[in-house]
Nanobody
Framework: QVRLVESGGGLVQAGDSLKLSCTASGRTFRLGMGWFRQAPGGDYEFLSAIAWRGAEILHADSVKGRFAISRDNAKDTVYLQMNNLKPDDTAIYYC????????????????WGQGTRVTVSS
């Protein structure tokens, strides 16, 4: 079993940056990890995912160039650096994990965090 705990969300202004963190506990070896978000009334939107050793990274085109994923396996933590935030980035951001690989679709990920809210004001 894996537990994921996100942190780093908050209220920011358009153009600001935020860095989200997600720490895993439990069976963390070889976990692929990633981030989704869900805007009010919307579906889960894939943002980015990173394989265990970081050799494979997936990004959504919608955030490419503004968001960057990274991980520190010594801390069992994955990060999402978000730059030049826009009001459309307002959502709940979820950390996800999948043993042994990464994916782009939400229902492939076995483990989800509780979410952290990001609100971007104009």
């Amino acid at each position: 079993q894996v537990r994921l705990v996100e942190s780093g969300g908050g209220l920011v202004q358009a153009g600001d940056s935020l860095k989200l963190s997600c720490t895993a506990s439990g069976r963390t070896f070889r976990l692929g990890m990633g981030w989704f978000r869900q805007a009010p009334g919307g579906d889960y939107e894939f943002l980015s995912a990173i394989a265990w050793r970081g050799a494979e990274i997936l990004h959504a085109d919608s955030v490419k160039g503004r968001f960057a994923i990274s991980r520190d396996n010594a801390k069992d933590t994955v990060y999402l650096q978000m730059n030049n935030l826009k009001p459309d980035d307002t959502a709940i951001y979820y950390c996800v994990a999948l043993p042994g690989r990464i994916a782009r679709t939400w229902n492939e990920f076995s483990y989800w965090g509780q979410g952290t809210r990001v609100t971007v004001s104009s």
